[in-house]
């Protein structure tokens, strides 16, 4: 949804114009698209969202009107954006007359909700920063957009509509020929493209989807993470109410939250790397499923169906496996060093904890598993497989079991965070609300 005459979106796809040409070329067979089948379209996409789909419709096309471009510069653009999917002109009809078209469609549609609504004087974004932010990245792609389009002059076009209507709109039209010519994008240019985005107060997916992305290299580092990851990520999936889809759905899901940053494949990647630790290591099966258990509140009862501790981790490799053979084939995992340096650190945080959570018990109400057994997996972890594995593992029983955090406690859970090369915002998504405030 948008207010009108700010940029104010939220909306989590391709919108206004742009997303109505999207549409359009989605929509193309290959047959000529009649001016009657175009106007329908036009008025469904207006209605979508209740008719808030108009608002940015008529906004963006009224700024185009207002800049006074040339005919030539709006035919040109606009039929590079909808793919060729559909060109006034043929149906005898300018570009600019099209604009108004779309214009009056959006007035219709807001009419019904309120029926003296008349649209207000536009407000081009012009705004410098971004204008010359936008014109960087344009020139960027103009070698490989010269190579994909036909029409040599459609950088300039773009640059026109950028700088002389809308730097909000040419941008969304520069993104959006980038998708229909099939321009390749490198990840570093994307990741650019997507913090522009984020300026003009677009959802990621405006940007990313449809964008061919020449990714880097899937790989287990941390960069990009924003919250908890791994195993420990993995377990907040199967608390409680997890259950309207079966365990190898859930995981499948997980794996989808990799963010618009990262590489398709890193989320499995990472848990891929926590789970092989943990399965290869000498660790008893009983301390794996107490672990787990405790994770996950004992929203997955792995020990009533009958697995192990291993068969689990098994099965969720099997649906990393599967992710990865699918979004990067030639991903070999390569598990980076195990933290040694920082098993006694996370072994005092076990046992602070251990000290507070004397006597209590995850799920006490049915098959109850004591603190101290969670304990004594947890240090296990720490000394046999990996440190850093053990410490979000922590992280996430003191989160299930609600225990209070002293400041001077979360200061040092900050410092191992920074050590592991957690994110900023890790503790701020799983135990910061358990911090007692002095």
Excluded at 293 to 308: F, P, S, V
Excluded at 391 to 415: G, H, K, N, S, W
Aim: overall charge negative; proline content about 4%.
């Amino acid at each position: 949804m948008m207010k009108e005459g700010t940029e104010e979106f939220t909306y989590i796809e391709d919108f206004g114009l742009t997303g109505l040409t999207e549409r359009l070329s989605i929509a193309h067979t290959g047959s000529a698209t009649t001016l009657a089948t175009a106007l329908r379209w036009a008025e469904e996409f207006a209605d979508g969202s209740e008719g808030e789909n108009a608002i940015a419709l008529g906004e963006d096309a009224r700024r185009l009107l207002a800049s006074g471009l040339p005919e030539r510069v709006l035919r040109m653009v606009w039929s590079a954006a909808a793919g060729h999917a559909f060109d006034p002109v043929t149906h005898g009809m300018e570009t600019r007359v099209w604009l108004e078209r779309l214009s009056e469609v959006s007035v219709a549609r807001l009419q019904q909700d309120e029926p003296t609504y008349s649209p207000p004087l536009t407000h081009p974004v012009r705004d410098e920063r971004l204008h010359q932010a936008v014109l960087k990245e344009l020139r960027t792609a103009t070698p490989a957009l010269l190579r994909a389009s036909a029409s040599p002059e459609l950088v300039d076009g773009l640059e026109r509509i950028v700088t002389e209507a809308d730097s909000n709109v040419g941008f969304r039209l520069f993104l959006r020929v980038l998708k229909t010519h099939s321009v390749s994008v490198a990840h570093e240019d994307y990741l650019r493209l997507l913090a522009l985005g984020l300026d003009f107060g677009f959802h990621s997916g405006v940007v990313h989807d449809g964008l061919a992305i020449r990714w880097r290299p899937v790989d287990t580092s941390r960069d990009a993470l924003y919250q908890d990851f791994g195993l420990s990520q993995l377990s907040r999936y199967f608390t409680s109410g997890w259950h309207h889809r079966t365990p190898r759905a859930t995981i499948a899901r997980a794996l989808l939250e990799e963010g618009y940053d990262r590489p398709p494949g890193s989320e499995a990647a990472i848990l891929m790397e926590d789970v092989r630790r943990l399965a290869e290591s000498d660790l008893p099966d009983e301390m794996i499923t107490v672990l787990w258990l405790a994770a996950t509140n004992r929203g997955h009862n792995i020990d009533e169906m009958g697995l192990t501790g291993r068969d689990w981790l098994e099965e969720v490799l099997g649906v990393c496996e599967q992710r990865l053979a699918n979004v990067a084939p030639t991903f070999v995992l390569t598990p980076a060093a195990v933290r040694t340096d920082l098993a006694g650190s996370v072994l005092r945080e076990i046992r602070e904890m251990a000290n507070v959570a004397v006597d209590m018990q995850i799920s006490p109400v049915w098959r109850p598993v004591a603190a101290g057994v969670v304990t004594d997996a947890l240090e296990q972890t720490t000394s046999r497989v990996d440190p850093d594995l053990a410490f979000r593992l922590l992280l996430r029983t003191v989160q299930v079991m609600r225990l209070p955090i002293a400041e001077e406690q979360y200061e040092r859970y900050q410092v191992l965070g920074r050590q592991f090369h957690y994110s900023e915002d890790h503790f701020l998504h799983s135990v910061e609300d358990l911090v007692q405030k002095t």
